[in-house]
């Protein structure tokens, strides 16, 4: 829920502020990311990251057990939606070697979206979870 309201004072603009006040500079959206990705390769699961600013994780992609080994933020790709890096990264468990782009938007907290995640909270879509998804609810 948390990521709609974000979304929808990102889109909508909030106390003066532009859209584009929600695009953070280079430094501080590429800190954001490494700060996501050591966290991940730390075995925390996506989410809240203290600090100042903080850091939010959505990531709904992670297979669960599969563990960042290594990463590399290989550089920032054009994006009119915020700053959107590219990134190379090697899993373990099962092993596998994937370029992700992640998208970082916001102030405080920066959030750091799997550029997949991000095209589904703006289009209003989710991942629907196994047993959702399974065992629809009925209708009367």
């Known amino acids: 829920m948390h990521v709609l309201v974000f979304v ?3 889109v909508a603009g909030c106390g003066g502020r ?3 006040d929600y695009v953070p500079k280079t430094a501080a959206a590429r800190e954001a990311l490494d700060k996501a990705l050591v966290a991940w390769r730390d075995g925390e699961p996506p989410g809240r990251i203290e600090g100042k600013p903080a850091v939010h994780v959505g990531d709904t992609h992670r297979r669960a057990g599969q563990k960042l080994a290594k990463y590399e ?3 920032e ?3 009119d939606e915020g700053r959107l890096f590219a ?3 090697k899993l ?3 092993t596998a070697e ?3 782009n992640y998208l970082v938007v916001g102030i405080d907290p ?3 979206f799997r550029q997949e995640d991000y095209q589904m909270v703006t289009h209003w879509e989710h991942k629907m979870p196994p047993a959702a998804a399974a065992n629809p609810p009925q209708q009367e």
Do not use: D, F, H
Request: zero cysteines; aromatic letters at 4%.
């Open 8 to 10: 929808a004072i990102t």
């Open 18 to 20: 532009t859209r584009e």
């Open 73 to 75: 933020i290989v550089g």
């Open 77 to 79: 790709l054009p994006s």
């Open 87 to 89: 990134v190379r990264v």
């Open 92 to 94: 373990e468990n099962p």
């Open 98 to 100: 994937e370029k992700i």
């Open 110 to 112: 920066l959030w750091v």
